[in-house]
């Protein structure tokens, strides 16, 4: 409660004469780095955290390559001169990428079951390993059309493209 009513520049003012912190300043200091410390030495001696953590760095940075793909026009800058130009920028960018991996979800479980009723082996472990942020499949530039075909009027998903056709 004490320092609910002490201003903040006081309490700088005691942590700090000059340009140098004080002896209370860098105690602190130090007591901030001791959780830092633990995580870091968590992190090295925990195999299963660094993996998770890795799996979180590799989702980032596939939402990033979505957001790259999708961004490409005027080489991915943020045009606008003021701010709430470039919020809704941001805004709309976001909103794709969350349209794209909602579409690819609902693809890859069409899929999958897909697969499960023409009795192929579908394993948890090979499914929690898709990722709904994939796009070569997305056309990025070039012509649209927003004609849809009846079954999608009707509800309905469109025929998932068989591989073998490809041949």
Same mark, same amino acid.
């Given at each position: ?19 140098? /912190?004080? !002896?209370?300043? *860098? ?10 410390? *633990? ?11 660094? !993996? ?12 990033? &390559? ?13 045009? *606008? ?7 809704? *920028? ?25 697969? !499960?009723?023409?009795?192929? /082996? ?8 898709? &990722? /709904? ?27 998932? !493209? ?6």
């Amino acid at each position: 409660m004490l320092l609910g009513r002490v201003p903040a520049i006081d309490i700088m003012r005691t942590l700090q004469v000059g340009d140098r /912190p004080t !002896r209370l300043a *860098q105690a602190i200091a130090e007591f901030g780095r001791i959780s830092k410390t *633990q995580h870091t030495l968590t992190y090295i001696d925990d195999e299963a955290k660094r !993996r998770s953590t890795l799996i979180q760095l590799n989702r980032g940075e596939g939402r990033h &390559s979505v957001a790259r793909a999708v961004f490409h026009a005027k080489r991915g800058e943020l045009r *606008q001169h003021y701010r709430e130009g470039q919020e809704d *920028q941001l805004g709309a960018l976001g909103l794709v990428l969350n349209m794209i991996v909602l579409w690819n979800t609902i693809y890859m479980e069409a899929a999958l079951n897909q697969l !499960r009723e023409e009795g192929y /082996p579908v394993r948890i472990e090979d499914v929690l390993r898709l &990722s /709904p942020l994939l796009h070569p499949h997305i056309n990025m530039m070039g012509r649209y059309s927003f004609s849809l075909p009846e079954i999608v009027t009707n509800g309905e998903l469109r025929p998932l !493209r068989n591989p073998a056709d490809d041949e």
